[in-house]
């Protein structure tokens, strides 16, 4: 038991633990645990987590209150702050893997990107920082 309690504790400890979803993560420990608070229900969420093997489940599947984990990683804004050039390539050529990601992220994946096309001079005129280049692309769609 004591080596079962010092693996959560471990567990807890990283970082990668510490997502949108509280220290435990999301999975069905969370599901089962949500609303409780303190140290107690956290590592019983964790090691339920980590011992049934639902976290991976949940992630992979969009479950278990996993369901936002993709989008809650990465904003569109600091997706476009890492991909400015590549997203700005892809909006000039009206298609590409980086604006395709993009549209997912904002939730716009049948957006009509001959709009967007049409605007890039407006959408990356010099001096536009990344969350202005956002504002405009949501405003267009």
């Not at 079962?4 to 504790?9: M, P, T």
């Not at 702050?81 to 009206?94: H, K, M, Q």
């Amino acid at each position: 038991m004591k080596k079962l309690l010092a693996i959560a504790v471990l567990c807890l400890s990283t970082s990668s633990v510490f997502a949108a979803h509280g220290p435990a993560g999301c999975g069905l420990g969370s599901v089962l645990f949500e609303g409780k608070e303190g140290t107690m229900f956290n590592v019983l969420a964790a090691t339920f987590n980590g011992t049934s093997g639902n976290q991976t489940f949940g992630m992979s599947s969009g479950t278990l209150g996993c369901e936002d984990a993709a989008t809650a990683k990465v904003s569109s804004v600091s997706f476009i702050e890492g991909n400015t050039v590549a997203l700005s390539n892809d909006i000039a050529r009206g298609s590409g893997e980086t604006l395709t990601a993009y549209l997912a992220i904002i939730k716009k994946e049948s957006a009509d990107t001959k709009v967007l096309q049409a605007n890039f001079s407006s959408i990356f005129a010099k001096g536009t920082t990344p969350l202005e280049i956002d504002n405009k692309i949501k405003r267009l769609l």
